[in-house]
């Protein structure tokens, strides 16, 4: 069973700086991985897929790595802005279904 | 990117009655979707997943009594509610999945509470 991990739960910091959120998984196995916003109320909206082929996927401000081998992807959110405040979800996908962490809550502060 | 809507975005119903909620693709066909609860602070947890003109197929644990899900057409999936209890009460969402990269789109969501 595909069980998926993000580290840290929650993370405060100013504005500007750069964000580093992590998501590990326990299965490589997979088909793809999703990076997703979710503001509170709301429901999800895509940032990133990354095929299980790739290595990186880059949109913006926004770039997600991945390294099937050790389970691991990481999303990076330069020089943050008060409006990148959400909460980031990674979902797995296997052959059947998709498996979410349970967020990183960031609060990006003026 | 691609839309999916999905109606109603909350709704407030009395225990025991039957509650419907729609989840529509857009500008794409999706001959899959995908039918999520979420409860507070907690990750999206897969009720089951929908196939145009077939059976849903549900998660260990989830009754298909009580959660109704019909596939009608390549851009429609409905969830029904059946005999709502306060227990039932939380925030739904649906996603559909473009074909060619396998990724997904999410509705809104639907909170529903049962009085």
């Known amino acids: 069973k595909q069980e998926v991990t993000q580290i840290p739960a929650a993370l405060s910091v100013p504005e500007g700086e750069n964000l580093v959120l992590n998501c590990s998984f326990t299965d490589s196995a997979i088909y793809n991985l999703q990076w997703f916003r979710q503001d509170p109320g709301k429901g999800l909206t895509s940032l990133l897929l990354i095929q299980s082929s790739q290595r990186e996927q880059t949109s913006g401000r926004l770039n997600a790595s991945l390294d099937k081998s050790s389970g691991r992807s990481t999303l990076y959110i330069a020089a943050s802005q008060p409006g990148d405040s959400a909460t980031y979800l990674c979902a797995v996908r296997d052959d059947y279904k998709l498996s979410f962490g349970a967020g990183t809550t960031v609060t990006v502060r003026a | 990117g691609a839309v999916v809507s999905q109606h109603p975005s909350w709704v407030i119903c009395k225990s025991g009655t039957s509650v419907k909620i729609e989840c529509r693709s857009l500008d794409f066909q999706a001959t899959t979707m995908f039918w999520y609860r979420q409860f507070p602070k907690q990750s999206l947890m897969l009720m089951a997943t929908s196939n145009e003109g077939s059976k849903a197929t549900y998660e260990q644990g989830v009754e298909k009594d009580k959660f109704l899900i019909n596939h009608a057409s390549l851009t429609l999936s409905t969830l029904t509610v059946t005999s709502a209890h306060p227990e039932d009460s939380s925030f739904y969402i649906c996603?559909?999945?473009?074909?060619?990269?396998?990724?997904?789109?999410f509705g809104e969501g639907s909170r529903l509470t049962v009085l």
């Open positions: 996603s559909a999945r473009i074909g060619l990269t396998g990724e997904l789109f």
